[in-house]
T-cell receptor, first 112, second 118 residues
Framework: GNSVTQMEGPVTLSEEAFLTINCTYT??????LFWYVQYPGEGLQLLLK?????DKGSNKGFEATYRKETTSFHLEKGSVQVSDSAVYFC???????????FGSGTKLNVKP | ETGVTQTPRHLVMGMTNKKSLKCEQH?????MYWYKQSAKKPLELMFV???????ENNSVPSRFSPECPNSSHLFLHLHTLQPEDSALYLC?????????????????FGAGSRLTVL
């Protein structure tokens, strides 16, 4: 079946630190992969996506590379800001079952 | 107005009340979704509609009744809810389900309706 596993939080970093949030997936076919971000009191917003192996998605300084060999899509940012504090969700879409699958979310706290 | 709009943003209701959540999308999408987000639980898919037809009911209790009159509007009718139904209810939309084949389908979420059942 399909599933997404991401590291448990919360992750607490100081401003300008390097961020990695791990995400691995299990899929029956060739999924598209996504990172969504949820700021307090809001819905989920698409942060970046990759639709095939070796694609790199990037947005607002965040990056993630679709690694088929390790079934991973880790989120990285070189220098986090306080405004990046949010919950981050890794997700995949399955072309065979017309569904999206979400990880449990990782809360990021960035301290000044 | 653009994107996905949900109303009300906050709702408090008693267990015997009947209320409705509304979702409207201005993206020209053909699929709409209801998700439930509870504290310390994964996001739960509740219902999916594709071109107004329900394609997914994820074993949701009958006290939740969805309605999709057209591809732009989605409702969630609530009656005789329980306190454990308190959660953030998220509406989302995407291009039609056939777009999954291209791998380009993306979910766009609304800001959510925070429901508290007393």
């Amino acid at each position: 079946g399909n599933s997404v596993t991401q590291m448990e939080g919360p992750v607490t970093l100081s401003e300008e630190a390097f961020l990695t949030i791990n995400c691995t997936y299990t899929a029956t076919g060739y999924p598209s992969l996504f990172w969504y971000v949820q700021y307090p009191g809001e819905g989920l917003q698409l942060l970046l996506k990759a639709t095939k192996a070796d694609d790199k998605g990037s947005n607002k300084g965040f990056e993630a590379t679709y690694r088929k060999e390790t079934t991973s899509f880790h989120l990285e940012k070189g220098s986090v800001q306080v405004s990046d504090s949010a919950v981050y969700f890794c997700a995949l879409s399955d072309r065979n079952f017309n569904k999206f699958y979400f990880g449990s979310g990782t809360k990021l706290n960035v301290k000044p | 107005e653009t994107g996905v709009t949900q109303t009300p943003r906050h709702l408090v209701m008693g267990m015997t009340n009947k209320k409705s959540l509304k979702c409207e999308q201005h993206l020209g999408h053909n699929a709409m979704y209801w998700y439930k987000q509870s504290a310390k639980k994964p996001l739960e898919l509740m219902f999916v509609y594709n071109f107004k037809e329900q394609t997914e009911n994820n074993s949701v209790p009958s006290r939740f009744s969805p309605e999709c009159p057209n591809s732009s509007h989605l409702f969630l009718h609530l009656h005789t809810l329980q306190p454990e139904d308190s959660a953030l209810y998220l509406c989302a939309s995407s291009q039609g389900l056939s777009e999954f084949l291209s791998g380009a389908n993306v979910l766009t979420f609304g800001a959510g309706s925070r429901l508290t059942v007393l």
